[in-house]
């Protein structure tokens, strides 16, 4: 029997990967993962070391010097002047970075993911000592957000304390000067839209039991599909007779296949709960926004769907299978029946893996260990009920179809559907590397062929070399061909810029269409805080502040899933003073603002600077998407909203901005 066991733990985490997902962490306070520490020592009597070390959560990293045009903010240091002070070499960094396309900005790009120290050697010219300071800027990500561009003002004294002292207040002297009045300065103390608001507390979402029946039933409908592919089928009623014919008694018999099925669904579960301690939410992220692991996905997939077509078989080493048979015909009593389940699982590993991956990253997404082990347990019950029932009641193994070409049909199905989900990984490496070879119309083209072809394979109309000659059309064939060409039917739309939302976390986003003649989700938006706010005022209706960034994919994301829908950009049109600020936007102002913040003065010099400091100051939030409704007056109609391409939720959540609003108005 044709199997591709060799391969199981490599398309195991692919199919994880495919449907690994990234949420912001939704609490509505500040994210701040990356900390500076500042200290100085002289290494000689005139020479010294200025250590600035950036302490980097896990998962978050900083980016580097002197990036291109179009990325993040380059980590970069400005020195204040200090008298008998002089810097000697580059700012020098404890470690390389690490250098590699970013999935986010899609460019080649540096960081480091891990603490880094940068060392600045300086001399003291006839002075004994000084006051180092100056200003850090830099910004850092991970595979869910970015924290707009920051600043991190740092002082340190060297050397004799009286005489930095004195050059301490020569530093403060010349802060001082910076003059900063006009039309861009913000008087955050009196301007009511800019005060800091309450946020309404946000409910917790307590995982109910429908969640946990939810996880089990679609674990429970993954184990019966699981049942009708060719490398668990024929194993029922080999296994099913095999009972029969070692016990002396039918008793005994379906003991036997009771504790055979308990065993598949212990083994299931001990291997979900282990690969899913073992890798983690963030290991199986890191793999799916990988560009270089994404084409070997897209490779491997390719491979599998060919061989499912029939063109060559992919077998483990016999002696593998061998020596696991082996050891069950030595054992006896339950030990021979555990093996004998061990078997099955590794036997039908390559076609039940891609199933059991969905299923284990689908279960981790809801934050509970107990996630996967409930899905797992609905995945091994649905695999191990056939073999306790037919062994209960052995008379039905006589109504059970045959093996036969329809298995084989079952594999080149599946070939078919590998070869459309290999697309989605060759677009992700497409999207980091910006090549732009399978833009959103191209991907949506060769679905639509691939499922064409799969539902004329379907009817019979295309038949492989080692397929048998189908005499007639099955009701079953027919349905799942109606299906499949009904499918292709619905992807048409989308070559004219349609948001096919069923399928809109597997094909590339609306922007990288070339050819769009949709036009929902048009409508006007302000991208000046205090206008929106003003007009809002004038026109009566409630505010939907948008804090965004032009390099921020979840907000990409948002706008192509959710806002460009006909029912979301409706709403907003029909109520709404939609305000878009992009916190990254690096349009310099005008003129220098000066605030205050956290007992630090700090100078805001682009647009992008002005408005990151307010979602800070007023919202006490620094991470993108972040949606949030205002009254006129500035205060919050609506707990925040976050990255969720769930347009029910998001509709619903518009809609209490509406209604709290109309409230607060009578």
């Known amino acids: 029997m044709t199997d591709m066991r060799h391969l199981l733990i490599t398309r195991f985490l692919m199919f994880m990967a495919l449907v690994a997902t990234t949420a912001i962490n939704a609490t509505g306070q500040m994210v701040k993962p990356i900390k500076w520490d500042c200290d100085a020592s002289m290494t000689s009597a005139s020479e010294g070391e200025l250590r600035l070390k950036a302490s980097i959560d896990k998962g978050w990293h900083l980016y580097g010097f002197n990036l291109p045009d179009g990325g993040p903010v380059s980590t970069s240091v400005t020195f204040d002047p200090a008298p008998g002070v002089t810097w000697v070499g580059p700012l020098a960094p404890s470690q390389a970075p690490i250098e590699k396309v970013d999935m986010v900005f899609h460019l080649k790009l540096t960081w ?6 940068f060392v600045q050697k300086f001399s003291l010219d006839s002075v004994p000592g000084a006051t180092l300071s100056g200003t850090i800027r830099f910004q850092g990500c991970n595979d869910a957000s970015c924290i707009p561009p920051s600043r991190e003002p740092f002082s340190v004294t060297v050397g004799n304390p009286a005489a930095a002292s004195q050059s301490a207040g020569d530093s403060i002297a010349t802060d001082k000067s910076v003059a900063a009045t006009d039309d861009d300065n913000i008087d955050t103390a009196s301007a009511d839209w800019w005060k800091p608001v309450n946020i309404p507390a946000k409910e917790e979402h307590k995982l109910s039991d429908s969640s946990w029946w939810y996880i089990f039933i679609w674990g429970f409908l993954g184990g019966l599909l699981a049942l009708l592919t060719p490398c668990v089928w024929p194993m029922i009623p080999m296994t099913v007779s095999f009972f029969l014919k070692k016990s002396s008694s039918k008793a005994r018999s379906i003991g036997d296949a009771m504790v055979y099925g308990l065993a598949i ?22 793999l799916a926004t990988n560009a270089v692991f994404n084409l070997l996905f897209f490779g491997l997939l390719v491979l599998f769907a060919i061989s499912f077509f029939g063109a060559f078989d992919i077998t483990l080493p016999s002696r593998w299978s061998n020596s696991v048979d082996n050891r069950a015909e030595r054992a006896t009593g339950l030990l021979s029946i555990f093996f004998m389940a061990f078997t099955l699982a590794l036997v039908s590993f390559s076609c039940t893996g891609p199933i059991i991956g969905t299923l284990l990253v689908e279960a981790v997404s809801i934050g509970s260990i107990t996630g996967p082990a409930i899905g797992m347990g609905g995945f091994a019950v649905a695999l191990a009920l056939p073999f306790t029932l037919f062994a209960i009641f052995p008379s039905w193994l006589k109504e059970m179809p045959r093996s036969g070409g329809w298995l084989n049909s079952v594999k080149v199905v599946l070939g078919f559907l590998e070869l459309a989900l290999s697309l989605k990984f060759l677009s992700v490496a497409d999207l980091a590397y910006g090549w732009g070879l399978l833009d959103r119309e191209v991907f949506v083209s060769l679905w639509i062929v691939i499922f064409m072809l799969l539902g004329l394979y379907l009817l019979g109309k295309i038949r492989f070399s080692h397929d048998s000659v189908l005499e007639h059309l099955s009701v079953t064939r027919f349905f799942l061909a109606l299906a499949s060409l009904s499918f292709a039917v619905y992807l048409i739309p989308g070559l004219w810029g349609a948001p096919l939302k069923g399928v809109s976390a597997f094909v590339p986003p609306l922007y990288t269409q070339d050819f769009n003649l949709y036009a929902g989700g048009t409508f006007e938006e302000f991208d000046d805080f205090d206008k929106g706010m003003a007009y809002a005022a004038d026109n009566n209706r409630p505010v939907l502040v948008d804090f965004s960034g032009h390099g921020c994919v979840n907000c990409r994301k948002m706008e192509g899933a959710v806002f460009d829908t006909e029912t979301v950009s409706s709403i907003i ?10 916190v990254d936007d690096k349009q310099k102002l005008s003129n220098p603002i000066k605030v205050e913040e956290n007992g630090k003065k700090m100078t805001l010099e682009t647009v992008g600077e002005k408005w990151s400091y307010l979602q800070r100051h007023k919202f006490a939030a620094n991470s993108q998407p972040y949606y949030i409704v205002l009254d006129n007056n500035g205060e919050a109609l609506t707990e925040p909203a976050y990255y969720d391409e769930n347009v029910e939720r998001f509709v619903e959540w518009l809609d209490s901005g509406i209604k709290n609003y109309a409230a607060r108005q009578q």
């Not at 299931?268 to 890191?286: R, S, V």
Request: aromatic share 10%.
């Open 573 to 582: 049109k029909e109520n709404y003073v939609l305000i878009k600020l992009m």
């Open 112 to 117: 480091w993911d891990s603490d880094v120290t």
């Open 265 to 286: 669904i212990v083994i299931y579960l001990i291997l979900g709960l282990a690969i899913t301690l073992i890798f983690g939410a963030g290991k199986l992220n890191e």
